[in-house]
């Protein structure tokens, strides 16, 4: 019995460690995508930017 239960004991450490680390890994993911997400909207903003620019040159252009 004390053999069994010290094996329980460590396969309940065990799983506790890999639970751990997907919580660690999750965590990463999520951060990582979070970012990847940031330089998407980064570059839709920079996108838009330059096509309002081009625009108002336009209309610029178009007054004189």
């Keep these: 019995i004390d ?12 799983v506790r460690m890999l639970d751990n680390d997907m919580i660690r890994l999750m965590t990463k993911i999520n951060l ?7 330089k998407d909207k980064d570059k839709i903003s920079i996108v838009v930017e330059k096509k ?10 178009k007054n004189v």
């Design 3 to 14: 053999d069994a239960m010290s094996i329980v004991i460590n396969l309940i450490d065990k």
């Design 32 to 38: 990582i995508l979070e970012e990847a997400e940031e």
């Design 52 to 61: 309002i620019m081009k625009n108002q040159k336009k209309g610029v252009n």
